[in-house]
């Protein structure tokens, strides 16, 4: 199957800790809201369907120390590997 690309119109506002980006398209809009600064988490994905994503927590980790049953949960109680909010 190939894949087709369409027009859509792009649109962004810089806000005091967000950037927050419009993509209108043939379906709809979708709203998304990254943070500003480096990461630049997606922290909200609101899409033309009526579906909507938040995002509840992130971890930065250094993951090749965190692949052993029992790490994830270790990983989710530690409060420095949060990213702040």
Do not use: C
Not at 13 to 32: C, I, N, P, Y
Not at 75 to 84: F, G, T, V, W
Request: proline share 6%; hydrophobic share 35%; charged share 35%.
């Amino acid at each position: 199957e190939a894949i087709v690309f369409k027009p859509a119109k792009v649109s962004f506002a810089s806000r005091e800790e967000t950037l927050e980006v419009d993509l209108e398209h043939a379906g709809g809009k979708d709203h998304f809201v990254l943070d500003r600064e480096f990461p630049f988490l997606l922290r909200e994905w609101s899409a033309a369907d009526g579906s909507h994503l938040k995002l509840k927590r992130s971890l930065k980790i250094d993951y090749w120390n965190y692949n052993k049953p029992g790490d994830r949960e270790r990983a989710l109680k530690d409060p420095m590997l949060r990213h702040p909010d």
